[in-house]
Each structure stands twice: as C-alpha cells, then as structure tokens.
C-alpha cells in the first residue's frame, strides 16, 4: 500500500466505499486543506477535484462549507463537529459558532424496527411492555429516537430506542478517524500539536458511551441520588426493569423550557432565584460532586412551577455527555485560579503550561507577555465580579495562538461554565457568576496547600528526581567520552537560551522540591523509628534535623528563584 493510502486493515468494500464518499464531499465543500491533511487526494476522482473548487462559488463561508460537509457525512462526523464545537482552545469562535448549528435530526426509525427491537431487547412488543407506547417519536436523531409512552400504574416515561446498525457504521466511522488522524499528524504540525489523534480517542470513547444507554442510565442515577436531598432539582427516575444497552427508560420531565421568559414569566416563575439555582446546582456538581453535566444547553433544562420554589423546580434531562474533576484537572484547575486571583501572568502561563497536554511546550516568558493583557483587562475588579464568560474567551484566544491543548475534561468543564453563566445572565442581567463560584473556588486554592496535596506534590516530584538519576549515569559516560574525544562542541541559536534557561529553572524547582520530600520523608521516618523505641531524645533530634535540611532546601530553592527574577 501506497504512503497515501490510509493504514490500518485492508482498505476494501465498505471502507473503500466509505473513503470515496468522505474525500468525494470534503472536495465538494472546497476543503482542499482537510483533504491534503489527512491525505485523502488518492480517494478523489480527477473530475470531483476539479470541480470542488467551482462549488466554493455558493455563498457559503469556510464554517458553513465544514458543517455542511459533517452533516452530509452522517452521525459520526455530525458528532465530531458538535465536539470540537466545544473547544474553545482548538478552534476559533466563527468555527464553533457554526458547529454549534449542527442539528444530530435523522428521518424516524420504521415503526416495525422499532418494535423488532423492543422486542429482543425486553421481551415483548410495546403494548405488552408498556400500558401505553406512542409510536410517532417524540424526536428522531442519529444514535436513537424517543417515544411517550406510560408504565402500568400510569407512570409518564420516556422510551429511548437506539437506532438499527448505528453501532456497525459508527465503528467503521471510527476506524477511519482514527486512520485519517494519524496521517494527519505524520504530515501536519499542527495536527501533532494539537494532537488530533487523541481528539478522535476522545471523540470514539464518547460516541461509544452514548450508544451504551445503561452508560446514560448510570450518569443519571448518579446525578439522581445527588440531588436527591434538594428539592429545587429534579432528575428524572431510571426504570431499570425496561432499560438495556439498546432500549433506556426514564421518567418524563415536563415543565417550560428555560430560555422562554415569557412562559417563565407568565407562570410567575422569579428568574433571579432561578438563575441563582442554575449557578449553586454547577458549583455542587463541580466542586463537591466532581461529576457534572456537560451539555446544559437551554433543551436539557425544564423549570416545574411550583409554589413553595420562587425559582421553580429545574428537571435536567440528556446524560450522554458529562465530566468528571479527578485530582489532577482539580491541581490544574486550583493553579490557574491563584494565578487569576493574583492577577499573576507568570503562575497563569505556568499554570496553563502544566495543563497542556500537547507536545508543544511554550515558551514561558513570551505566554507570560501575551497573558498579562488579559490580566489587567479586570485588574481593578474583585474576583467576584469579573464576567467569566468573556475572560475564558480572551485566555483561551492566547491558549490557541500557542497551540496549547487543554485536557478534555478542562475544556468541558470550561465550556460548561460558559454556558451556565449565560443562560443564568439571560435569566437574571445582573447575575454574577463569580459571587457564587468564588467560596467554591477558593475553598480548592486552598485545597492545593493543603498536608496531604503538598505530600502529593512532593512525591511526584521526588519521583522524576529518581528518574533524572536513573539517566544521569548514562548521560556523564557520554560526556566524558566526548570530552576524551577531543571535548563537546555547543552551538546555540539566537532565542534558543531562554528555552534552555527556562528548562534549567524547571529542573532546579524540581531538585529543589524533591529534596525537600527527601528530607522530609527521611525524617519522617527517624520520626517513627524514635517513637517506636521510645526515645525522646532520639525525637527531638530528628525534629531539628528535619528541620535544618528542609531549611537549607527551602533556603536555596528561594536564592534560586530570586536570581532568576533579577
């Protein structure tokens, strides 16, 4: 096989077919760059080359020619673009404003293949299953389709019903992603940068957790018995006695779509106390929960009147996508909150440098100059105050320009804050977002010093000292060759010293910080022999030595840093 044909299996048959189709209508859209990216060109015919460019004459723009194409393409790709539609850090706001368009609608599912289905899957047709079954979806999209129906005791549910041979072409799909994403990265900087073969990683793990409804059914248990002490969110039940991988059942929410104020209204809902419930409810999820929804749009959210709720009682809906806040995004995220708390462009370059998972690492004192603008755009504001909407945009536009790639969990989490705070500002103008999240926020800065986070810190560090020793033997044999050898020749390109002053600094940090666990788990350890032999002298001993090396330690990573500050 050629260098420009995909790897992986055989391209034969359905794949074949499947290549043709995907070059055949990125070439009809004029996106030549996709094509050459992921190295399709073999896969188009002369003729549709040709007249790929004629087509770009409709008066589309590049965002409309892309979403267009992704939705011709199907479920797979209508699913990638509504992903990247959520990454502020990848792509432009003209990009994600028109992927955000991207409707997942597909015509209905055959009524006979959807009780062929429910059928295998419980046991029985609809009738026998459910006191009642609607069989005019309520809406059809490309994973799956939902229809009204009611159990025995005249229990309003929603039957979910996924989609005949879905799972065989979104496989395919898949394959060919991941295919396409590694050629672009092999012949693509960017792609590598921005590691788009981990994005469709990320994009397959996804897809396959929405086509396993019990996936969705445990998200929604999971959010169900957490709010279960809070009377001002409702989270629909799961009947599990009529849910499989194929078919999910869920109590039916019903009540006035969020972003219509005028029912809201009407209905005396008090939007101010609604939008402050929207806020405390994404503060739990995030801060105490660390699981959270992560598509809250305006569809997802129902307000039930009731009179004892001003704001009304919120149903959430769709547990296909969440996030959850393991301890290093919570490290990553604390980081970035002191250095936005302080104002500091320097902790917040080195904060965002920390999170980036993509192998570009960035030069920290030219990100550090672009971040201080950003900083002082709300200098004079407290925390509380500063819009966060707006200041996500403007970091994230610096995160882009450097090619930093935020961890997918982060770039979820961020998005839906975005979007949280805007729906709360459409409810009530003068929401703040910051005035709620700020105890949160600062309850985890605080996290970050905490004994046992510091411990975890140390341990990590100590451990890349292990590995730096483990290498250093290796490394002075081959100098002392070289030196033996006549001596080393080092050449330095103009602007390449403060890369290796910057690696330098790093490395000095991390020495220093590993001797301060060494000490520290040394003395720790002299600590515990003393008690168990019972010496106090032997105690206090250990104390004063603990405390002169991590001292000393401490001492000479502070003489460090302030030389390298002068």
Not at 34 to 51: C, M, S
Not at 139 to 157: I, N, P
Request: aromatic share 6%; net charge neutral; proline share 6%.
């Amino acid at each position: 096989m050629g260098s420009d044909e995909p790897e992986g299996p055989e391209v034969t048959g359905s794949h074949l077919a499947r290549y043709r189709q995907i070059a055949e209508t990125l070439a009809r859209h004029g996106l030549g760059f996709a094509i050459g990216a992921a190295r399709l060109q073999r896969w188009v015919p002369l003729r549709r080359g040709l007249l790929g460019h004629e087509a770009r004459r409709e008066p589309y723009s590049n965002p409309e020619h892309l979403r267009l194409a992704l939705e011709q393409l199907g479920p797979t790709f209508i699913k990638l673009g509504q992903a990247l539609s959520t990454r502020q850090d990848l792509l432009p706001g003209p990009y994600r404003q028109e992927l955000a368009r991207l409707q997942d609608q597909a015509p209905p599912v055959p009524a006979a293949a959807v009780v062929e289905t429910i059928e295998r899957e419980l046991g029985g047709t609809p009738q026998e299953v459910f006191a009642s079954f609607d069989p005019s979806p309520l809406a059809s999209a490309s994973l799956g389709q939902a229809h009204a129906a009611t159990l025995a005791d005249g229990t309003e549910v929603v039957v979910k019903v996924r989609r005949p041979g879905v799972v065989e072409q979104v496989e395919l799909d898949l394959e060919i992603i991941a295919n396409l994403a590694a050629q672009a990265a092999r012949h693509w900087d960017a792609a590598a940068d921005y590691d788009v073969a981990g994005i469709a990683e990320e994009l397959a793990r996804t897809l396959r957790a929405e086509l396993d409804y019990l996936a969705e059914a445990r998200n929604a248990e999971r959010f169900r018995a957490s709010f279960s002490a809070d009377p001002g969110i409702h989270v629909p039940r799961v009947y599990w006695d009529s849910t499989t991988s194929r078919v999910l059942t869920l109590e039916r929410i019903r009540g006035i779509k969020i972003s219509d104020l005028a029912a809201l209204d009407a209905a005396g809902i008090d939007r101010r106390a609604l939008a402050a419930r929207c806020a405390d409810a994404v503060a739990k999820m995030v801060f105490e929960d660390c699981f959270f929804h992560a598509d809250p749009h305006p569809g997802n959210l129902f307000v039930e009147p009731d009179p004892a709720l001003p704001g009304g009682r919120i149903g959430l809906i769709d547990f296909g996508m969440v996030g959850t806040v393991d301890p290093q995004l919570r490290d990553h995220l604390s980081g970035l909150l002191i250095a936005v708390s302080r104002r500091d462009p320097h902790a917040a370059a080195q904060a965002l440098s920390d999170a980036s998972t993509g192998r570009r690492r960035p030069d920290l004192g030219r990100l550090s100059e672009d971040l201080a603008p950003v900083m002082r755009l709300y200098a004079e504001r407290p925390l509380s105050e500063v819009p966060l909407g707006a200041f996500v945009r403007e970091l994230l536009v610096v995160v882009r320009r450097y090619r930093l790639q935020l961890p997918r969990e982060l770039a979820l989490l961020l998005r839906m804050l975005v979007m949280v705070e805007s729906l709360a500002v459409t409810l009530d103008p003068g929401f703040q977002f910051g005035a709620v999240i700020g105890p949160w926020a600062e309850s985890l800065a605080l996290e970050r010093f905490a004994p046992l986070a510091v411990l975890r810190r140390l341990g990590q560090a100590g451990s890349e000292l292990v590995d730096a020793a483990g290498r250093l033997p290796r490394q002075l044999r081959a100098l002392e060759d070289a030196l033996e050898r006549g001596g080393a020749q080092i050449s330095l390109r103009p602007g390449e010293l403060d890369e290796l002053v910057a690696h330098l600094d790093a490395a000095a940090q991390r020495v220093a910080v590993a001797t301060l666990a060494a000490a520290s788990i040394r003395s720790l350890g002299e600590i515990l022999a003393s008690q168990s032999q019972g010496r106090p002298r032997a105690l206090r001993t250990a104390l004063t030595g603990a405390g002169i090396v991590a001292s000393a330690s401490l001492a000479a990573y502070l003489a460090w840093t302030g030389r390298r500050r002068t």
